[in-house]
Each structure stands twice: as C-alpha cells, then as structure tokens.
C-alpha cells in the first residue's frame, strides 16, 4: 500500500516533466514547441527539454543559472554554518545529477557524530511579485531534511518558504519550482540539514538552479550604505528609517509596508510560512509547510486532507511531521515577533487535529524578557476530522511578544496536527493625529492618538505612552495586583462566601481565565468565585466599594454638570456552569439596592469590558455579586475595576430605618350583602360566591376577578398572572421549583431552557421554569390557581411545553377537588429542543384547582418549562331568555348548544341533559369503552388486538394520562401497544358495526392521542365487501392531547367502518381511541339489527319458538328468566346460571375487551391456582380463576359475564364461594349492569385466607340485568384468585309474592304476573291472560293515537299533520297501490280496517314523507312510551323509517330508525320519547331504490306518561301506625313481627339492619321508689313494665335502651343481661334484673291496664300473668300471633288514574285470594331462627354448610318448618353437592331457595316432604 501511494505521488511530482498536453493552441502561460506540444513557462530554462526539441531551453539569457559544472555561479556558502555544500560529480549513492550525466551537483554530506548544516545564498534581488526559482533536489537521507528560506535584505529576518523532509526520503532527483513575492529587497537561502543520527550513506544534494527574469540582482551600487540607518532602527529600502520598535507593531510604517512584511496579520501558508517557524529545528519532531501530498501517507486512514483557505488537497497549512523515536518529542511553532497590541486585539486561527494518537497541543504568549510563557489556549485528544476555528484574546500587550505553538507527543503519534490561516485583529494601536474631539476624546501627550475619554483612569494604557493613566486617583482604581485596594469583601451575612485573588488559571480546568486583564500574563492578579465544593448552586459572593458622594447635588460645582459617574471593569465569565454575574447600587448599608446590570452564563474564554453610568442623589456604594452555577465548571472573575467622575467620601452608609407604622383598623366597606355573598366595589352590588373566579365579570367592576388565575398568561414581565408557586417551609433555598426566566438570561448551566420564549419567540420573551440545577432526584414543585368556582361546558386549557435534556423529568396537569387531586395530563422525559402544544379539556366543573406539576429528573441535564398558558372558552355561557335557533339542541336548563355537541360523552349544557341516554337514542352506536367494546369486534386476520385500558399506558413517554370521556384515571380507553412483543409494521385492527346503504348525513366523531417518537400509524378506513377505502391517514406524533376527527361516511352498499393502528420504529408510539361516536343520520344495516334465528325444523315448534333438547318449545321471552320452562335446562344453560364449573362455564362468558381471562382449572399445589376446587373439595374439582399471563400488568382487568336475565324475584340471592391468598392474588369486584347503570355490590380485596370463603349478594327486583364478576391484577404478571360454586337462589319471580313487582308502575296481569307498564294497551298481548288489552279506551282515545280505520279526515280524527316541506304525503287505505308492495291487510285482528301508508311508485328515491302530532306532548325523559307497529317488506333496497321529537325550535332529534326488508310481517316497535323541551312526534318515511318500497304504519299509541309528562303511578302504598311495611315485595306485617328473628315479608326485609336495642335516652331516675321506673314526666311505673315491648310512658321512654331479644312467654327482657330472665327467676326474692328489679316487681298484684286487648290478669306464684283472647300473644297480650297467616297488603290511596290501573286492584284481590287458601291448607309453625346475615350481602368465612345441611329446621312439635311465602320453580332444585347422599335424603331450607333445576348436575335434591 506505502509503495502503490509512494508511486502515485511519483508520478504526480514527474507530471509536467512527462506529460506535456497536446493542443492546438497553448494560452498565454504556456510556450508552442516545434512539434505543437505546449509547456508550462515555469518550465522554461530549467535544464530539462520539455518540449523534446530543445526549444523551451533556448533564449535563457534573462535567467540566472547554474548547473555547477563550472563553480558555484553568483550564488555564495554561508560562513555561519559548520559545514559547506560540496561540488562533486559522484556521492554516496548518487553516481549522476539530475540530467544522468557525470557531471557536476551540491551534495550535503554528514560529518560523524556531528550535526551538518550547510547554506547557500543567492545574489540579493529587488522586491519582485514575479521572480521564480526552480531547482533539481535530491534526498537520500532518514535523518536530514532541505529547505528554502527567504532573508530580507535590509531587517535580515526569514522565513522558510519550502521544505523537503527525509520523512518522504524517494532516492531520485525532483523538480520544485517556488515563486517568490516580496516588498523589499530580498536573498535566498537553500539550507540542507542532516542530524547527529545520520549514517555516512545518505546525502542530501541539488542541482540546476535557474532564476526566472523576475528576479532581478539588486546591483552593487544600489546597495544601501552600511551606516544609512542609525544603529537599532529599520531601513523601510527607499533611503527611509523607522524605528525599530515600530517594526511589527500591526501598523505599516515604511512606504510599501516593509517594516511589516515579515510579520503578517494574516497568513494561510500558501506561498510562504509568513515568519512562523520550527525551533527547535531537526530533532524529527518538526512543524513543516506543506499540502496534503506531502503529508506521510502512514498518517491517512481516511481521505486526502485539504486546506482550510482554498478547501482543496493543492493547498499549503503547517503540519506536524514526525520522524523520530523519541518517547518525549516536542515540536515549537514560533510566529514572528510582534512590538506590541492593543486592547481589542485578538487572535483567529483554525487548527486541525485528528487520529487515535494525536496528542495535545499547546498555544503560549511568550513575552521578551519573561521566563515563562503563558498559555493561553489547549487542545486535548482527537477533535474530529474537521477545521476547526479558535479565537484568542490578546488584548492590551505593551512589550514584544511572540506566540508559540507547542506539539506534544508521549512516544507514539499517529493522526494529524495541522494549522491554516491565523488572522491578528485588531492589534494596532490608535494612529496619531493632530487634533481630537474637546469633550469627547483625549489627545494622548506623545504618541499623539486619540482615545475615547470613557477610557481614561482605565488601568489600560490605550494611547500607548500611558499618558491616558497619568494623574489617576489611586482610591479610584483596583488592578488587584496588590490587594482588594478600597475594596471589602461582604461581612454582613448578606452572601455565603468571599471572592479570592489569584494569578494565572483557576484551580479548574476548563473555566475561569487563564490570565489576568492588567498585564496579560500568568502573573497577573484577579479576582474571582471558586464554584467547587463547599459552594453550592445560586450560593452568592459580594464585593463592597468605597462609598462615594452623591453624583447631583444642588448647588454644586456647575462645571461637573456635564460629566456623569462612570463605573468600568473587567469581567471573564469562562465555564459551562457559569450562572450570574451582577452589579448593584445601594444606598443604605445593607441590602442588594438598585441592579445596575447582570450578565449570565458562559461568554467564553476572554475578558469583557462592562461601563455603567452612575446617577444617585444619595450616598451610594456599588455592590458586586457573582453567584455560583450548577456545577463545579462556573468560576467568574473580574479585574481592573474604576471609577472616573465619582467622589469618594469617608465614612459609611447610614442603616435602613423603618418608621414605626401603626396599622389602622381594617375597614369594612358598608354593604348590604346577605352573608356568604361576595361584595364588590361598587355600592350596593352583591353576587354569589358561585361567580367569583369563573372567567367573566359579574360586579360591574371586575372585582370578583380580580385576585384569580387570568384566562391568558405569557409571563411577560415576569408577571405570573395569579399562578402561584407553592413554596414549603421545610424546603431549602436550593430546592426544585418553578421561577420565571428569560431566553436572554440563560447561561451555559442553562442551556436547557429554551432560548426563545413562545409568545414573542424572543430572548426578551418569558416564561416559567423548573430548574433541575437544583433539588434533587423525584423532587415536585406545584404552580396552581386559585379555586375556580365554575367553568362552561367548552372549557379548555391550552398550554405550552419545553422539555429538552437527556434527564429531563416529567410535567404533568393535575385538578385538585377539595383537596383531591387526579393527574388529567402528563409528559415525560426528552422532548426536543422545540415548543410542543398541551391540551386539556377540562369541560363544566365547579371549585376547583389547576395544577402544573413539575418532577424532577435523576440530574440536571433537563429542564421543564411552560408558556402561554390560557383558558379558553371556560366562561359559563349566561343565561339566555330567547328560545334556541334550529340547529341548536334545548337543554333541560335551558341553555342551548349546537346539535354536533349532542351526545358526544361530553356535558355540554351544564345539567347533562345533552348526554341523557334516552336523548341519545339516536346514536346508536357510539361507544366510550368504558366497559367493553360495545358494537366493535376484534378483527381475526391482523397481528395482535386492540386494548382496553385505564388510566396511563404502559410505555413510558407515550399515551394519555386519563381517558376522554371521564378525564380521570379510572376512565377506560382502546389502545394499541407498540412495545414488546409487537414488532415494526404489526397492525391491529377493530371493526364497527355494518351501517346501512341508506344512512344519510352520516359522519364519524372520534378522538384520538397520538403522542411519543415513535411514528406510528393510525388508519381509518370503510369496508364494502371486503374492500377496504382510505378516509384518513395518521402518522407520527401528533400532540400529547386528546384530538378529535370527524369523517363524513357514505357508500353504495352496506359497510362498516374500520380502524388500523400499525407499530412504528420504537415502542415510544402508543395509539389511542376513544369516544367514536356515529351521527344519527348513520343506521344501522337490516342484517344487523333483524334477528337471524334459523327457524326450528318444520312442524317442531312454533313460528318464532325454540326447540329444547327434550323436544319441547320455549320462546325467547322464556329464556334467561330464572325458570326451567323446557325441564332439561335448554332454556336457561346459556345465560350463566348456578354452576360448580365442573362440567363447563354453564353461559357465563368472558368479555372481548380484556387482555386476559378468567380461566377454567383445576386445584394445583404448585402453581399460583388454589390447591382444590370447593365443590368436590380435591384437585380434580373445576373452578375459574385468574390467569397469569407473561406481560400482565397491575391494573389489567378480566371480566365473565353472564346474559341478560330478564327479571329478578324480591328476594333473589347470589350466593358464591372466592379464594384470594398471598399467593393467589387478584381483587373481584361483583358488578349488575341495566340498561342505564353499572353499579358495584360487592368487592374482595387482600389476602382472606388459604381456604375458600362464601359470599352471598342480593339480586332483588332487578330487570334485564347483567352479573359481571371482574378481576384485577394485583400485582404485575399475577393471578390466581378464584371463583366455585355460583348459586342463584329464590331468583324467579312468582305471582303468589303480592305486589312484588320490580317496578311500583309495573301492571298485574290478572294472573298475579308483572309487565312493564309502557307494554299495557299497546295492542299486543302481553299479559298470558290478554288483560294488559282489556280496558285501553282512554289510552287509545289519547292524542296522537290512531288505528286509522276512519273513511276520511284522518288527519283532524288522529291529531296528526302533513309536513308541508316534505317531498310528497302519507295517506291511509285498506290496501297499496302497487301489488306486491306494502301489506295486504292493516294490523287490527281480521284484517279489516285501514293503515297509513307511503306510495313509493310515483316517487324519487330519497324522497321523504313527514307526518307530526298536532298536540305537543310535555317535556319528559325516559318515561314516554310511543308503540306502533310497521310494515317493511317487498325490497331489498327498502327506505328507512324514523321517528322524531320536534321541540319547539324545530330542532328533530332522531329517537329511533328502522331500514331494510323485514318480512312479509307487522312488526312491533315500542319508543322511548325524550326531549327536554315541549315537543311534538314525527313520522318521517324515506323512499328507497325501486316502486316496491312501501311502508305502512298502523295501531299508534302512546303511554299515559305521554300525556302528563312524569311518571304516573300509584299513590304511595302505605300500612296502618301498628303495621311494618315490607321494603320489596309490598306487605305490611304487624310491628311487632319486625326484627323477631323469624322473616315474615316475602323479601325478608323485615329482619334487615335490625338494631340491637331500642334507641332513646333513659330519663334521670331517683324520684321513685324501689321496683318502680320514672318516666319523663315524673310519673312511676311498676319496674316489670320496663322492656316488655309496650309503652308505658307518655313517650315510651320505658322501651329506651332496652336489648331486642324474643324470650318465651313468661321470660322478662332484662337491660343489664344478655339473655331472658326464666320464669323460675321471678318473684324468687332474688334480684336478677338491674336497676331496676324487674324481676321482682309487682309479684303480688297487677299493674292497672297490664293485660293488652281484653286480656285478664292473674297473679300466680312468678307473679302477674295475661290470659289472652283469640289471636294474641306475649307477656302482656300485646303480640299478633303468626300461627294464622294474616299479612295484609297496603291500601292504596285515591288515585285519578284508575283506568290505568284497574289491573293493580286486580292483582291485590287475587293475591289476598290466593293468601286465604294457602293459609287454610298449611300452618306456620315456629321454626329455628336463620341466621339475619343470611339475608343480607354476606361474606362469613366460618359458614358452616355441613353443620346447615345435616341439621333439621322443626318446631318444638315436630312439625317440618314450611314458609308459604316461598315457592319453588319448575323441575327439580339444583344441588351443587351431588356427592353428599345422605345429606341430600333429607329437605332443608337450602333446597327450597334454588330456582330451577340444572341438567349439568347428575343427581337433583329429593324435595318431597311429608306433615304428620
């Protein structure tokens, strides 16, 4: 490789010798050969016959030449050297010269041991732009080097201009030709230079030396007379001398610059070295001029290096050529020497230096007469393959200098060490002139410059004989150099440290000044601050200084009137962790004062001149305060400080006096506000302190707004606009907290805050801060408003962000609620160098807190900052009187809003009337995900799922904090997780459901949050037969904000929307939904919302009916309703019914939205399961539990879920058994979801034990409900809590339970069933008996109800009208026009009346047709029933059919649509119609694509809530003062059954949160005596009437505080003891009973009125006893006994509606029927109390269900207990202990509660039972 380059270079020096070009016609720098060859001029008399035919050698008369052959010429040895050039034909191994002849060269020979140096001069030539030298070299040597140096004549410098190094040693003769530009007369010298290391084999020679015509020999005669000049001065060549301390001085004294000439203020080395050069010289470690070719090709491993002037290869730099073993070589670059600079004087240079080994390099300021230089730049190590520019600071150097260039290496060297174009700037000194500016400038005394007067008294000689110093007051001045002069360092507590004066660099690398201002050198003396330890950031150093008079004082003298105080100085502010440096003006004597100026971070490595002007009408002192940075690399210093103009005065600054204030009383103003209102400036006006800080202006005068947060704030000025900081007192001064900043006053420690603000995108700009120079890791500082009393529905709150450093922390948005605060938006870590925009919307809340919170990162390379924070649109809208426009939606408040904000999960109106769900009727299909999915489906043929998900993402950096709809963190959300282990370009997908052809004006809302760097890709796209069309494409982040997108969706066919998110290039790329919201325009496709059933085999059930595995039918309406209607279970086994799991899930499913399950298992010792199921009690027993998957995470939910159960009985109970352990782990959480509602009922968390436990929840009277148990992940990639044995019990409704309807509006069937009301007289039979549709004349007489069977003028008889702006009519008939379309026959039994109908034939397709009630219906929600029933058949491309309320803007909203073909069938439809606002109904037909697209309505009715705009029920059900009423089922007991530990409602409520004694206060006692109690009223009872259930006392206060327990007849109820005093323990003369001596009172006589209800009294041994009547029992006669059945139901009052509710009187009269015989055939006997708890939520851990199972519930007679007010269902009871033989023998209490049979057990419960 060295000898491929070696040979490429070879060829490139030979070039012009070897490859003449051939042209036609050569240019003016070329010469024409004879042969038309053309060779360069500067190839011309060189002894070499370029052209072949000797042409170019001809007519060389102008040239000086020689070849040697014939002595030395006119060129001369140099008697200063040890050895000589020496003229042979023959050296050591060079045989020929360069022309391979034997003729004559100059050869260098080494002498042994000794270093050889030999010169050769040239004659003396005039100053030349053209003269050339060329000549033939040859070095043979590893150890020598040649070169050409140019010596001015007259001065006798030189300078190198050329050199050949033995680094390129090539053993043949070469060409270089050198072209020569000069000022002044000049000689050359060719040096050849072998070292004391040279062997006698190498040699160093040339030859044929030819100058061109353009060198001209300076005659002797002209020669200057040796003594022209005086001795020490400069001859400028003319005759003219100078000075020699004019010479180099950076100012051209002689005529042509002479006396600069060897000492450039600008240099790029391509001609010459310009005066720089190497010293010393020869030890092989060297600084050579050169290009890239002449670099050593060892030192490229990259490629060719061009110059920094020309960036070319050809151009010439100074570089390091190494060429020794030395382990210490040193190479010292010298510039030429400089007389002096001025003070702005600096030096630019770009420096190269580059490779593994490079080494350091040193720059130094070496000063004549100064041993030791000083260093004054540095470079360590590789710097990369780049120039790179370096500025130094000369400034102010009175004595010749000279700057040196030092290149270490330590034994190995290896790279590139180059410098190119060193520029000295202004460095000369000001040039004399004869006159300056009076009163601005100062004429100096000699060298006669002016100089501005700011800069006399400076300590900088700046006229250069220092006559702007002289006459300076030294108390004025301070260079340092001998102390703090007048200067003191602050002693008064006012700072935490000292300034300290030093010379030459601070203690730290790489900050603070390398050399003093005054002389420029290491040896001059500063101060500055040390920020290394023990400092800490923002500690502060101060200097004092003298105090100084007044600048103005009245009467002065008027002379200094136009002369001001001026304060100078030096500061360096040097380092990456400079933070502030500041003056100060003060005029008491403690205290900061005035800040004159600041300065901040790191301005580099140079001194900086500051002047202030002084203006005080008081004594004053300057203060000098620099504060230290963030880390040890921010050490300032300053020097050279003055004052000029400025009186100094003795003494001392007087101390601040503060005045005694005596604070007055605060004054009220007077008003007359009510209390708890807010008084505002004005006079008189009072508002609620509901309208203080809400954004708007209530007092006319702003003042309610006037202490709250702005709506718009920019920090500028540092105004915070009623943000506050919270500051904690046991935080340190140097903790993490937000400040205002500025662009303008970051400093290098700083360099994380942004430099331009965002408001002004300025560095004036502000903004707020958290700096993480301080604090330290996880620290928090809040910025929070005061309390918002309200905010409007749109409110928003916009903000922008700055996060940029490798560390930084995280900003997040928090709203505190009475002191709870919830995260609603976060962002962490590096952001970028950029603002990004935060959104929150915060929408309508009341009393709250905004809160930016900033945490800091684990260092300070990362600051958080925020701007521009506003918010926007959150007045609350004011009231308005108007009526809302059409396309504005009427609140139930009456506020109004635009239609598009409709059910968009958002509460617009105030009162979430917008949001009502039966107001969103018409939206379909929107979802929130709050729960599941709702109508979107995974999509099978993607890579991995859609999540649901609350609160934060995983990923860290990336997703919401909180979802949209709720904005807290337990609001849900679908995601897509980009991390691990989905891969780049994985897609999931998530389909809606299929929307129809016909939807009209449908449009798509969703939001999305799409934030992080991840770039991934959000799709959404519609699907028609399985083509997929783009409507929107997303990718990137798009913001940390919740965004929303509407899309309009139309197409020819049916579709489906769907939406694909794909993985980006990182995991930091989460993509989120939520809130996907459909217009009301967008329907529902036929196939979507028609039920799809197959029809059963032909002939095995009926139209509509399902076949049981038995082979019996049911209906849909008999699935799903607690009863076995088919006897095997078909009906009811897949809607999650009781179920041991042992033989399957028995219906109850998983939900589709989770990203994990409950699973099917077994018991298991070894894994995180439990170790035996609770049914068979071993491993082999089945039950569900929670998996453990590999990416589980804390918080992941898994939910089973059973179907939609019909109705619930009064008294339904879920009973089922958990187990949740330290090391099964999870929470369950029992939730019922209706139709509006999910509520939780009950939760485990924690370890319960290693064992099963039971739980037991009631169901009672729900309707069309769902069972949810949900599972939580306790802990990260965890499970294992488990669920058995579910047991629904007593859940089927029975009509023998009176009045225990779900709902009090619900109708009895005369069959004691329940419907819901809104199905009464809706000409469809509900009721099995029909008598829902018996007595409907005033329903059906309603407005707006018809069955259209009228001749004519239907319109006026239906109280309905034709939309005159619709596109054509309804009308009525008893058929259609068009055959085949529309129905035969109308609704009505028979078929013979008429129908409303649309002729489609004569019409467009997508023609509407309107119909509407003429009567306005009342404002209601929820509780109108509008029924009807349509016919859709004949086409498949049918219309639609919807239905409308119309308030009175005119606004429709949809409640309800119907498209497609639905059978050759009337179909039902049954609409809730809900407005907020009075409104009419519309019927709105839409023609579809072809004339067979009838449609016909008929039998419209609406409910009696319709009519009056509530709902209408009963009145109250109420029981007699002596009666307890039941809670569910109706009944009313006698009160003295309630809490007697025997249930006797049907619902059992009667033994429900019984207390344990009777509340009440017993009155003070001591006015009676012995055996007496005192009522209240003084009045003194026999003790043995003290709790015995009867009150005695005028208050029944004798009851009060007595214990419920139910003794036996004869047993008194003692308030001291647990239990019942015996009857044996009466009278005994033993007292049992305290205090009151119960027990032995009244043992010889019968209190008056003792018997109760005609009883008589006897007095017997154990005292008094009550012979009771028929019917009566207790101690006092005064207890209903039970053994007869007597519970009455409650009366109902008088009600108006009694045609309504004919079916509810009805029901109670056969329910009593029904009473009446089952209490003639049984008889309740007294059976064993169940525990209360058994009727209530339980969860007992020590239930005993063997102790329960194998005992018998029989009265002390024997009698088996019954309970009529329990009924079984159909079949037999399910037993979910089929092992347990002989406990199942036998009937229990147990048995009788389980609704219906399950085939899924092998053996049912014998449940016959015998009475004796």
């Known amino acids: 490789m060295a000898l491929l380059l070696y040979s490429v270079w070879l060829l490139l020096e030979f070039s012009v010798v070897l490859h003449p070009v051939f042209v036609t016609a050569c240019s003016d720098q070329e010469l024409t050969c004879s042969q038309g060859l053309c060779v360069a001029r500067d190839s011309l008399c060189d002894f070499t016959d370029d052209c072949g035919d000797g042409r170019d050698e001809e007519n060389c008369s102008t040239y000086t030449r020689c070849d040697f052959e014939e002595g030395f010429c006119d060129l001369i040895q140099s008697s200063d050297t040890h050895s000589e050039w020496t003229r042979t034909t023959e050296a050591a191994g060079l045989k020929q010269d360069h022309r391979n002849t034997s003729a004559y060269f100059l050869s260098l020979l080494p002498v042994g041991g000794n270093r050889s140096i030999a010169e050769l001069n040239s004659p003396v030539f005039l100053l030349s732009q053209t003269c050339q030298m060329s000549f033939y070299h040859y070095v043979g040597a590893t150890h020598g080097h040649l070169e050409v140096l140019v010596q001015s004549h007259s001065a006798g410098q030189r300078s190198a201009v050329w050199q050949r190094s033995s680094q390129l040693q090539t053993d043949a003769w070469l060409r270089t030709a050198i072209h020569f530009t000069s000022n002044h007369s000049f000689q050359v010298v060719i040096r050849g230079e072998l070292s004391v290391k040279s062997e006698a084999s190498e040699v160093l020679a040339i030859d044929d030396l030819s100058f061109s015509p353009g060198c001209v020999i300076l005659p002797e005669s002209s020669f200057p007379p040796p003594l022209a000049c005086p001795p020490s001065w400069f001859s400028c060549g003319g005759g003219e001398c100078i000075e020699e301390s004019k010479v180099c001085d950076f100012t051209p004294h002689c005529p042509h610059g002479e006396d600069e000439a060897s000492c450039s203020t600008e240099c790029d080395f391509e001609s010459d070295s310009c005066g720089w050069y190497e010293f010393p010289h020869g030890d092989g470690f060297d600084w050579v001029r050169g290009s890239s070719a002449e670099i050593p090709p060892d030192y490229f ?102 700057i040196t260039l030092a290149k270490i290496s330590l034994g190995v060297f290896d790279g590139v060490s180059a410098l190119d174009d060193v520029t000295f700037e202004n460095c000369s000194m000001p040039p004399a002139v004869e006159e300056c500016p009076a009163h601005t400038h100062f004429h100096c005394l000699h060298t006669k410059a002016c100089v501005e007067r700011l800069q006399l008294c400076d300590l900088v000689d700046d006229c250069g004989d220092r006559s702007d110093e002289e006459g300076c007051s030294l108390e004025l001045q301070c260079n340092f150099e001998d102390g703090l002069c007048g200067w003191k360092q602050e002693q008064s507590g006012g700072d935490a440290f000292d300034w300290t004066r030093i010379s030459g660099p601070t203690p730290t690398l790489n900050t603070g000044p390398w050399k003093d201002h005054t002389l420029g050198t290491r040896y001059g003396h500063y101060l500055y601050i040390e920020s290394s330890l023990p400092q800490e950031f923002r500690d502060t150093a101060v200097l004092l200084s003298p105090v100084f008079h007044p600048t103005h004082q009245p009467g002065g003298d008027s002379s200094r009137s136009h002369r001001r105080c001026v304060f100078r100085f030096h500061y360096c502010m040097f380092g990456p962790h400079v933070f502030t440096l500041a003056v100060y003006l003060r005029t008491t004597a403690t205290g900061r004062g005035l800040m004159l100026w600041t300065g901040y971070g790191d301005q580099g490595n140079l001194w900086h001149k500051k002047t202030l002007y002084i203006h005080s009408a008081q004594s004053f002192q300057i203060l000098i305060e620099g504060t230290v940075g963030d880390d040890f690399k921010g050490d300032i210093a300053i020097d050279d400080i003055s004052f000029l103009d400025c009186e100094p005065c003795d003494g001392e600054l007087p101390s601040l006096i503060t005045p005694a204030v005596t604070t007055p009383a605060p004054t009220v103003l007077p008003h007359s506000c009510p209390e708890g209102q807010f008084v505002c400036g004005t006079h008189g006006e009072c508002i609620p302190l509901s309208q203080v800080c809400d954004f708007k202006h209530d007092c006319s005068d702003g003042l309610d707004e006037t202490n709250c947060v702005k709506e718009r704030c920019g920090f500028e000025g540092g105004d915070t606009c009623g943000w506050t900081i919270v500051k904690h007192s046991l935080v340190p001064n140097h903790a993490f907290r937000w400040a205002t900043g500025q662009g303008e006053s970051i400093h290098y420690g700083e360099q994380y805050h942004p430099t331009n603000d965002h408001t002004l995108n300025s560095p004036e700009g502000w903004y707020l801060c958290a700096d993480s120079s301080n604090g330290y890791y996880g620290q928090t500082s809040d910025l929070q408003t005061p309390v918002i009393s309200s905010t409007g529905p749109q409110c928003t709150l916009i903000f922008w962000y700055h996060m940029n450093g490798f560390t930084v922390g995280t900003l997040q948005v928090l709203l505190r609620h009475r002191n709870a605060p919830h995260v609603v938006w976060s962002e962490a870590g590096n952001q970028g160098n950029k603002w990004r925009r935060g959104e929150v919307f915060l929408g309508l809340l009341n009393d709250i807190q905004v809160v930016f919170r900033a945490k800091r990162g684990i260092s300070y390379m990362g600051d958080v900052v925020i701007d521009d924070v506003s918010f926007l649109d959150c007045s609350p809208p004011p009231p308005s009187d108007q009526p809302c426009a059409p396309e504005q939606y009427t609140c139930a408040n009456g506020h109004c809003i635009p239609q598009d904000n409709l059910c968009d999960f958002t509460n617009h109106c105030g009162d979430n009337s917008d949001e009502d769900p039966y107001i969103c009727k018409g939206f379909s299909t929107r979802c929130n995900f709050e729960f599941d999915l709702c109508s979107w489906r995974q999509c099978q043929d993607d890579d991995f799922d859609w999540l649901l998900k609350a609160g934060s993402t995983p990923t860290f950096g990336t997703g919401p904090s909180t979802d949209h709809t709720l904005r807290d963190p337990s609001g849900h959300y679908i995601y897509l997780e980009s991390s691990f282990p989905q891969a780049v370009g994985d897609t999931a997908r998530v389909t809606g459901p299929l929307l129809s052809s016909r939807s009209s004006e449908c449009k798509m809302r969703f939001y999305f949050h799409m934030s992080g760097d991840g770039f991934g890709t959000l799709s959404v796209f519609t699907k028609t037969k399985g083509h997929l069309h783009l409507l929107l494409n997303l990718t990137g982040d798009q913001g940390n904000y919740w965004q929303m997108r509407e899309i309009p969706l139309s197409s020819s066919a049916d579709f489906q929307v769907m939406f694909e998110g794909k993985v980006g290039r990182t995991e930091k790329g989460d993509i989120c939904l939520d809130d996907i919201i459909f217009s009301p325009g967008c329907l529902l496709a036929a196939s979507a919302t028609i039920n799809n059933t197959p029809s059963p085999p032909s002939g095995s059930c009926p139209l509509g009916s399902r076949l049981c595995e038995n082979g019996r039918c049911f209906t849909p309406e008999q699935s799903c309703d607690f009863t076995d209607d088919c006897g095997d279970g078909t009906d009811e086994k897949d809607c999650g019914t009781s179920c041991s799991f042992e ?202 109800a018809c069955d259209f069977n009228m001749k004519d003028q ?159 029920t009963p009145q109250p059900l109420t029981c007699a003062v002596d009666q307890f009423q039941c809670a569910y089922s109706f009944q009313c007991i006698p009160a003295s059954w309630w809490c007697d530990e025997e249930p006797d409602c049907a619902d059992e409520s009667d033994e429900e949160r019984c207390p344990t004694v009777i509340p009440g206060t017993v009155p003070p006692q001591g006015g009676c005596p012995a055996g007496f109690y005192q009522c209240s009223d003084y009045r003194c009872l026999p003790s043995i009437l003290r709790c015995d259930g009867v009150q005695d006392c005028s208050i029944g206060e004798d009851e009060h505080g007595c214990p419920l327990l139910q003794c036996e007849l004869g047993e008194l109820v003692c308030e001291n003891s647990p239990g019942c005093v015996p009857l044996q323990k009466r009278c005994d003369h033993s007292t049992d009973c305290l205090p009151f001596l119960s027990d032995e009172s009244s043992c010889h006589e019968c209190p008056p009125g003792y018997c109760l209800n005609r009883g008589s009294c006897l007095l017997e041994r154990h005292g008094p006893v009550c012979i009771c009547q028929t019917g009566w029992t207790g101690n006092r006669c005064h207890v209903k006994k039970k053994n007869i059945l007597t519970t009455s139901s409650p009366t109902p009052e008088d009600t108006k509606l009694d045609s309504v509710y004919v079916g509810i009187g009805l029901m109670l009269l056969v329910a009593g029927v029904a009473v009446c015989v089952l209490a003639s055939c049984k008889k309740k006997c007294h059976f064993i109390k169940p525990n209360p708890m058994d009727y209530g939520v339980m969860d007992n851990p020590h239930f005993d269900w063997k102790a329960e199972l194998s005992s018998l519930d029989k009265s002390p007679g024997g009698c088996p207990s019954t309970n009529p007010k329990r009924t079984d269902g159909q079949g037999l009871s399910i037993s979910v202990y089929p092992w347990r033989r002989e406990v199942e023998q036998v009937s229990n209490r147990k048995d009788a509660k389980l609704s219906f049979s399950n085939p899924l057990y092998a053996h049912g419960a014998d449940c016959k039972s015998s009475e004796p």
Not at 1244 to 1258: D, M
């Open 301 to 402: 491993d990259h490629p060719a290096l061009p110059d920094h002037s020309t960036n070319s290869t050809e151009g010439h730099f100074m570089f390091i050529l190494k060429n020794s073993s030395s382990l210490y070589p040193k190479a010292v670059l010298r510039g030429p020497w400089f007389q002096q600079s001025a003070s702005g004087c600096t030096m630019t240079f770009w420096h190269y230096n580059s490779g593994i080994s490079v080494g350091a390099a040193d720059m130094a300021l070496r000063i004549k007469g100064v041993e030791n230089s000083t260093v004054i730049w540095t470079t360590l190590y590789d710097q990369g393959r780049r120039w790179n520019q370096v500025t130094v600071q000369l400034g102010r150097i009175t004595q010749p200098f000279q």
């Open 1143 to 1344: 033989n399957g899930r028995c219906g109850w499913k998983s939900s589709l939205a989770d990203t994990f399950d409950w699973a099917l298992g077994s018991g298991s010792v070894q894994s995180i399961r439990p170790p035996h199921d609770h049914t068979l009690m071993d491993e082999n027993g089945n039950f569900i539990y929670l998996e453990a998957t590999p990416v589980g995470l804390k918080g992941d939910k898994a939910h089973i879920r059973s179907s939609i159960w019909r109705e619930s009985s009064s008294n339904c109970k879920l009973s089922f058994w958990y187990y949740i352990s330290h090391k099964a782990l999870g929470n369950i959480r029992l939730l019922i979801k209706t139709e509006n509602d999910l509520v939780e009922v009950w939760n485990k968390t924690g370890h319960q034990g290693n064992k099963w436990n039971r739980a037991e929840v009631p169901l009672r009277k729900l309707r069309k409900f769902e069972v949810i148990f949900e599972g939580i992940r306790s802990k990260d990639v965890s499970g294992g809590a488990a669920l058995d044995d579910l047991e629904f019990i007593d859940c089927a409704p029975s009509a023998v339970e009176s009045g225990s309807c779900p709902a009090v509006t619900d109708f009895v069937c005369h069959s004691g069933h329940c419907i819901e009301s809104h199905l009464v007289c809706d000409n469809k039979a509900d009721c099995t008996d029909g008598s829902d549709e018996m007595d409907c004349d005033s329903i059906l007489d309603s407005p707006g």
């Open 1354 to 1512: 239907w319109e006026e008889s239906c109280q309905l009208s034709q939309d005159p702006d619709d596109d054509f009519d309804w009308r009525i008939s008893h058929k259609t026009e068009t055959p085949g379309a529309g129905p035969h026959t109308d609704h009505s039994p028979g078929g013979g009346g008429n129908f409303l109908y649309i002729h489609s034939a004569a019409q467009r397709e997508g023609d509407v047709a309107k119909v509407t009630t003429s009567s306005v219906f009342p404002a209601s929600i929820g509780l109108c029933h509008l029924r009807f029933w349509f016919f859709m058949n004949s086409s498949e491309r049918m219309g639609t059919l919807k239905v409308f309320t119309v308030g009175f803007s005119g606004s429709p909203l949809l409640m309800w649509a119907a498209t497609g073909n639905h059978g050759n069938k009337w179909t039902y439809a049954n609409v809730i119609l809900s407005n907020s606002a009075p409104f009419r109904v519309t019927f709105q037909a839409e023609v579809g694509g072809d004339m067979w697209t009838d449609i016909a309505l008929d039998d419209i009715s609406y409910t009696a809530e319709c009519m009056v705009g509530g709902p209408v």
